[in-house]
């Protein structure tokens, strides 16, 4: 097996020789290994062991067996202690993701103190299936039956082609020790449900099940990088990007067949789940919308509007008489001039002695009306909007400069006839958006 992982390491990965890795290391039997072949094959690598107190006894035992381990490899050790059950208190979900989530940001600190440049952990070929069916039971893309990745960032995971049988082996011709963790063998988690249920009742219907499915996923993710490329080019075609958000025609998008499967591969990204309702998203009334942990999809007329959901903020901000800047919630700059020169939509050139202090910053409110710079008489921002065709996301940011209750700027599209420059005008204030 040392053979195989060094031509796999020279094959795959020749960036890890010269540089400085961390190996995570529990002291089991597929960590141990890899840092056995991690020391043959001379990469320079130091330990990383985290102690999760969640077996007592066994746990303190484990870290002395890796502070063991590292000694008799010569190599630095870092170890850190968890009160995982108190994190769970406090953060909920289940046990073992809130240990993950404590192992790969204590993980992350020390790869970005900048002495370390990979982090190597001992996923294998086994570890990928069970992930697979995991995914498989869950329900998933393409991308969900790729498995693990070879390479993550700076997380790389050179064990992958191999069987827990071939390291096994490995370790017992060469007479290892390693520490066996009780936890593996309870049946009450899903991954050991499929480790010990499953999968050995697939490897009996055919001895080479294990390498065929590495063979099956190999295609797996050639065809996933296939879909990647794919879903870039048609999100050039499609996309048409709007500050923040996206807009997208929906008669192009009926366009694609399998219209749902093109749905998937657009917005699967984006976090959503609810197919369906995106799909009958295409027909529904102007207005409806479907949601994401993190985005918005939203019918905008013949159109789809693609955001990220905003979190609330303050909504309503102040400018004093003697303010020349401000950054929140827009980045304006204030000053007096003495004339009108440059000119654009994102600049504001008003009469200083028709303002009453302080400026008021707010978004639109139903009811609200001003008088559009260059007409005669009010008009309603509702019917301003519709006009000008501002999309349902683009009304919702739009923020207005008001001097008290009346409106001296939609900012960045219509200034108010009631505060223009005239032949009487004694003072300028020029306020510009840095958008």
């Known amino acids: 097996m040392l053979a195989a992982f060094q031509s796999h390491i020279k094959k795959q990965f020749p960036f890890l020789r010269g540089a400085k890795l961390l190996i995570a290391c529990?002291?089991?039997?597929?960590?141990?290994?890899?840092?056995?072949?991690?020391?043959?094959?001379?990469?320079?690598?130091?330990?990383?062991?985290?102690?999760f107190g969640l077996r007592e006894k066994e746990s303190d035992e484990d870290e002395q067996f890796v502070k063991q381990l590292s000694k008799d490899l010569g190599v630095v050790l870092y170890t850190k202690t968890f009160d995982t059950k108190k994190e769970k208190q406090q953060l909920g979900g289940s046990i073992q993701m809130?240990?993950?989530?404590?192992r790969y940001k204590w993980?992350?600190?020390?790869?970005?103190?900048?002495?370390?440049?990979?982090?190597?952990?001992?996923?294998?070929?086994?570890?990928?299936?069970?992930t697979f069916l995991i995914n498989l039971s869950r329900g998933t893309g393409i991308v969900g039956l790729t498995g693990i990745p070879y390479k993550n960032g700076s997380i790389v995971?050179?064990?992958?082609?191999?069987?827990?049988?071939?390291?096994?082996?490995?370790?017992?011709?060469?007479?290892?020790?390693?520490?066996?963790?009780?936890?593996?063998?309870?049946?009450?988690?899903?991954?050991?449900?499929?480790?010990?249920?499953?999968?050995?009742k697939l490897k009996e219907t055919n001895g080479n099940f294990l390498s065929n499915f590495l063979n099956t996923q190999q295609r797996l993710r050639e065809s996933s990088l296939i879909l990647e490329r794919t879903k870039k080019e048609l999100q050039k075609t499609l996309f048409v990007y709007e500050g923040n958000t996206v807009i997208i025609s929906i008669k192009a998008l009926q366009k694609l067949d399998?219209?749902?499967?093109?749905?998937?591969?657009?917005?699967?990204?984006?976090?959503?789940?609810?197919w369906e309702d995106i799909l009958n998203?295409?027909?529904a009334e102007s207005g409806k919308e479907v949601r994401s942990t993190t985005h918005r999809l939203l019918k905008d007329r013949e159109r789809l509007l693609l955001a990220p959901i905003s979190e609330e903020i303050q909504s309503e901000f102040y400018i004093k008489s003697d303010c020349t800047a401000i950054n929140k919630p827009l980045k304006l700059s204030i000053e007096k001039v003495v004339k009108v020169?440059?000119?654009?939509?994102?600049?504001?050139?008003?009469?200083?002695?028709?303002?009453?202090f302080p400026l008021m910053l707010r978004k639109w409110h139903n009811g609200d009306y001003f008088y559009p710079l260059g007409m005669k008489g009010k008009k309603k921002l509702s019917k301003y909007f519709k006009d000008e065709k501002v999309a349902i996301i683009g009304k919702e940011e739009q923020w207005l400069?008001?001097?008290?209750?009346?409106?001296?700027?939609?900012?960045?599209?219509?200034?108010?006839?009631?505060?223009?420059?005239?032949?009487?005008?004694?003072?300028i204030v020029k306020i510009v958006w840095h958008k």
Do not use: M
């Open 26 to 51: 529990s002291g089991g039997l597929d960590s141990t290994v890899l840092s056995i072949l991690a020391k043959e094959s001379d990469l320079d690598f130091s330990l990383v062991h985290c102690n």
């Open 98 to 102: 809130v240990a993950r989530d404590l």
């Open 107 to 130: 993980f992350q600190e020390l790869l970005e103190s900048g002495e370390y440049s990979y982090l190597l952990t001992a996923h294998h070929a086994d570890d990928s299936l069970e």
């Open 157 to 200: 995971r050179p064990l992958l082609p191999f069987s827990r049988a071939a390291i096994l082996a490995y370790a017992e011709s060469n007479k290892l020790t390693w520490r066996e963790d009780s936890s593996n063998t309870e049946t009450k988690y899903l991954r050991n449900q499929i480790r010990h249920a499953i999968i050995p």
């Open 258 to 274: 399998p219209l749902s499967s093109y749905l998937y591969l657009l917005f699967q990204e984006y976090e959503f789940t609810a």
């Open 281 to 283: 998203l295409l027909n």
């Open 341 to 356: 020169s440059e000119t654009h939509e994102n600049i504001l050139y008003i009469d200083i002695e028709k303002l009453n």
């Open 401 to 427: 400069l008001c001097s008290g209750s009346e409106i001296i700027w939609v900012i960045g599209r219509r200034a108010d006839e009631r505060f223009k420059i005239t032949p009487a005008t004694k003072q």
